[in-house]
């Protein structure tokens, strides 16, 4: 089976074209459109350059290959070009693809996008008359939308190894870090205390939900529309379960218009990118809040943060409002291509040629951000001090509503009790914890003189919330396991 890189091509262009071809053209022949017999009239060079992709399509230029060989192999079980013809294609495929890798490809006039361009390489290198066999059957319908699935399949891989790396490096610090506490805030308003790990295992919890989003995105994504022709169907009977095998798909397509047309994977996918990427922005912005010096929970390595131009005291959090700011951009790229695929017709526009630059912009997006969020957390320095000054006793006024619970009162009443006890303090300008246990007791006929100031202890706090999920110590180990197997797994 012939690669989709070069591996010992023994035969120069000139030699396979003049053995195989004696009628083709040569490499300095005027470039024909795919298209061009209809034509007769030039087209506006205004035109050549408003219609062109391969400035932003070549990206695809490996899976282009990929994918023709696939076919060629195809259309040779059906008997439709010799073995040596599926032979020569293959191995001029081969040497298409290193000029690629190599950047020693030369674009030409005439080189619409990576479809055409590939062609007419292939050609000059094994001559047309056999190049010209390759396109039968097949569209440029049918090859952009395999070309798409095939590539984004492999980036899709690589993404889904960088979110498992930034899950990870949250595990090892809320392992490492698990016996932290520190507020806990709604509204931005102090609340409750939890532990540091469960926060960090919060947003690990979300990102969780981005990987097994993304493994069900790449199952639709792995299914070949390849056989569905312009948009009618393939006329020569190929076998279209022996190409999707071939081409490692999972599924074919069950209607070629909609085949041709369907970019809903992409869709789905620019939809990932920015619900990722804005769970990657919230991570950012707790931590440029907590590495602020009016918290100063935590600060950041050398490594992801900048200075300012003029302020030389300045330790700016760049790699975090970059993050934060990404989103957006990612965001923005789902809502034109949706407004973009609204109002199509069916099958095949060339509205559609619009899909490419979005979804090359939000893998490239989120190849950076994803490497850049598990750098910082990687090298985050952690301040516990900082953390444990914030406490405020005010933030268990709760466990004082809790304590008469558990003697049988109803929440609703130990709820307004703990607020009388709040309005105590105000009064008297002293915090919460320094009511006295007489101060207390007077608030109701519960509350023990001889334990009631135990309800004063953050970590007792924390460790009360035992329960699956909870902040407590038992509750977030659990997390931790849980979330160790799902990666091992």
Sequence with gaps: MASAVATGVTKTSVELSSSNDASSSSATAAPKKLWGGRFTGAVDPLMEMFNESLSFDKRLSQVDVQGSQAYARALQKINLISQDECDQICKGLDEVATEWSNGKFIIKEGDEDIHTANERRLGEIIGTFIAGKLHTGRSRNDQVATDTRLWLRGEIDKLDAHLRSVIAAGITLAQEHIDILMPGYTHLQPAQPIRFSHWILMHCTALRRDAERLSEIRARVNVMPLGSGALAG????????????????????????????????????????????????????????????????????????????????????????????????????????????????????????????????????????????????????????????????????????????????????????????????????????????????????????????????????????????????????????????????
């Excluded at 218009?257 to 619900?275: G, K, N």
């Excluded at 406490?391 to 003697?407: C, I, W």
């Design 234 to 489: 393939h006329p020569f009977g190929i076998d279209r379960e022996s190409l999707a095998q071939d081409l490692g798909f999972e599924k074919i397509s069950v209607n070629s218009l909609d085949a041709v047309s369907d970019r809903d994977f992409i869709i789905e996918f620019l939809f990932w990118a920015s619900l990722t990427g804005v769970h990657l922005s919230r991570i950012a912005e707790d931590l440029i809040i907590y590495g602020s010096k009016e918290f100063g929970y935590v600060s950041f390595s050398d490594a992801y943060s900048t200075g300012s131009s003029l302020m030389p005291q300045k330790k700016n959090p760049d790699a975090l409002e970059l993050l934060r700011g990404k989103a957006g951009r990612t965001v923005g790229g789902l809502t034109g291509l949706l407004m973009t695929l609204k109002g199509i017709p069916s099958t095949y526009n060339k509205d559609l040629q619009e899909d490419k630059e979005p979804l090359f912009d939000a893998v490239d997006t989120l190849q950076g951000t994803l490497p850049i969020t598990c750098g910082v957390l990687s090298t985050l320095t952690l301040h516990p001090t900082k953390m444990e000054k914030a406490l405020v006793p005010e933030m268990l006024a709760t466990d004082l509503a809790d304590y008469l619970v558990r003697k049988g009162v109803p929440f609703r009443e130990t709820h307004h009790i703990a607020g009388e006890a709040v309005r105590m303090a105000e009064e008297k300008g002293v915090p919460l914890s320094a009511l006295t246990n007489e101060e207390v007791c007077t608030l109701h006929e519960e509350f023990d003189v001889k334990d009631v100031d135990k309800v004063w202890s953050f970590e007792a706090s924390v460790e009360t919330r035992n329960a699956k999920g909870g902040t407590a110590k038992i509750a977030v180990q659990t997390q931790i396991d849980e979330l160790k197997e799902w990666i091992e797994a």
